[in-house]
């Protein structure tokens, strides 16, 4: 058999293993960087007075260097504003419940919401307070699966404690002092938010701790 009559399958798969080569075939195609992205904004729900202000934390997880900035936004019209920092909202003067939405700069889509509730109501102001703090110093650090006391300074009334955030740490009262909880806090860092509220009166106060490694 001469040259000009063998068969031209092999130049054939060379050519089609090529192409697939040249244009990715043969592996996995990369994943989409939108659809791997997540942001988180903390704390997800919290009180505020109408005119007080609240800060909030973004944070992005991203692959493929994708950029990790956020921007933060208030879902109603007329519900308050995002201040400068793109982290401290501020409440309107009108009473609601209102949402903060957190996106990805890179990817809009990627998106947290939480919720606002603006309230008319006196807050406690000063009535939680911190015991045993890790740093004493200042009362609004744990570390992470550590917990620490919160009671009620001395105000008369039923009240009860809880941790706006689903899954960062627990509040257990204290049988025998209706006015003092143990909070144990999550195993991961991050923030938590406390709010202490007055039963009768539907009054509120919140405070937030930094989960420190442990």
Not at 183 to 209: F, I, K, M, S, W
């Amino acid at each position: 058999m001469n040259s000009s009559t063998r068969p031209r399958v092999p130049a054939l798969a060379g050519a089609a293993l090529a192409v697939l080569l040249a244009c990715g075939g043969g592996g996995r195609r990369p994943q989409n960087p939108a659809a791997v992205s997540t942001v988180a904004l903390s704390p997800r729900q919290v009180t505020v007075q109408t005119g007080g202000s609240v800060v909030f934390t973004a944070t992005a997880n991203t692959t493929g260097g994708v950029s990790t900035a956020t921007t933060l936004t208030v879902v109603e019209p007329g519900g308050g504003q995002i201040q400068a920092d793109n982290a401290t909202y501020v409440a309107p003067a009108t009473a609601g419940v209102y949402h903060v939405r957190a996106a990805l700069v890179a990817f809009p889509t990627v998106t947290d919401q939480a919720e606002v509730t603006v309230t008319d109501a006196p807050l406690l102001g000063g009535a939680m307070r911190i015991v045993n703090p890790l740093d004493s110093r200042t009362s609004d650090r744990v570390a992470a699966n550590a917990s620490l006391r919160v009671a009620v300074a001395e105000r008369p009334g039923t009240y009860t404690l809880s941790v706006l955030e689903a899954g960062r740490g627990a509040v257990e009262q204290d049988p025998a002092h209706p006015s003092l909880w143990t909070y144990r806090a999550p195993g991961t860092p991050g923030t938590a938010t406390l709010q202490l509220a007055r039963v009768a009166t539907g009054e509120v106060e919140t405070r937030t701790l930094v989960i420190l490694e442990p």
